[in-house]
């Protein structure tokens, strides 16, 4: 079975520079069957370069998910906020292998190629792909290993339904947590108060990136992490 399609991916701030980036990309699913067992490889090229970083923060440790996004060209990072960064290519070969264990089990593998930096030059090291590798990993086995996690048909129906609200009621659901996640950003000293952007600034967010943070929030809530949103509130915003 082969599938192809395009993807839109929206990343969380970098664990090196804080920088956070959108771009698409052109994904190949490949599921075959070998000696009895079952195979995945996905094929993930990057579609033109992707826009222009941005300061982003991880608030407290990574593992807790919660981060701050200002929508702001740049690095967080001190000496680098004058940074006008982009990931020029991307190119990733995924496998997945069934183990024949008593326990349903998958074995992975994972391949990446990336050339990120300003002014046409790269500046991705090799021990930060390889860092950004070992994080995805270990939240993608959070995830899939998690016994909370929702069925497919859960998850498609929360985004459904985040995605046919109201432009108000989603906007000041996202302002809420933006709120929550300036707070935080503030109270650990990554950002200074002058420094967060303006209630009004809400309007200019895509609705694509409202939704996917909180899908994230919804994540959280699902297999039982700390939400920024507190869990009746986010259930009456889907179920309304």
């Known amino acids: 079975v082969v599938i192809r399609g395009m993807q839109h991916d929206a990343i ?15 994904r190949t699913f490949i599921l075959l069957s070998h000696k009895g067992k079952q195979v995945l490889i996905t094929i993930s090229k990057q579609v033109d370069k992707s ?3 941005k ?12 981060y701050y996004y200002s929508n702001e060209p740049g690095s967080a990072k001190t000496g680098l906020g004058w940074v006008k960064s982009y990931i020029y290519d991307f190119f990733s070969v995924g496998v997945y292998v069934e183990v024949g264990t008593s326990q349903p089990m998958v074995r992975s593998g994972m391949f990446q190629w990336i050339r990120a930096g300003w002014s046409g030059i790269n500046f991705a090291p090799t021990e930060h792909i390889i860092i950004g590798m070992k994080r995805y990993a270990r939240n993608f086995r959070l995830i899939m290993e998690s016994p909370k996690l929702p069925s497919v048909e859960q998850i498609a129906s929360v985004y459904q339904r985040l995605a046919a609200l109201p432009s108000y009621d989603l906007k000041q659901k996202y302002a809420a947590l933006q709120q929550a996640q300036k707070s935080l950003a503030v109270q650990s000293g990554k950002i200074r108060e002058g420094q967060t952007k303006k209630t009004d600034a809400y309007d200019k967010i895509p609705k694509e990136q409202i939704i996917e ?6 994540f959280k809530i699902a297999i039982g992490k700390n939400s920024l949103i507190e869990k009746k509130q986010f259930l009456a915003l889907i179920d309304s």
Not at 55 to 66: A, L, Y
Not at 213 to 218: D, F, N, R
């Open 12 to 26: 969380t701030p970098d664990l090196t520079t804080g920088v956070y980036y959108e771009y698409d990309l052109q």
């Open 51 to 53: 826009n222009i970083g």
């Open 55 to 66: 300061k982003g923060v991880i608030i407290g440790k990574d593992d807790e998910w919660n």
């Open 213 to 218: 943070e909180l899908m994230l929030e919804y």
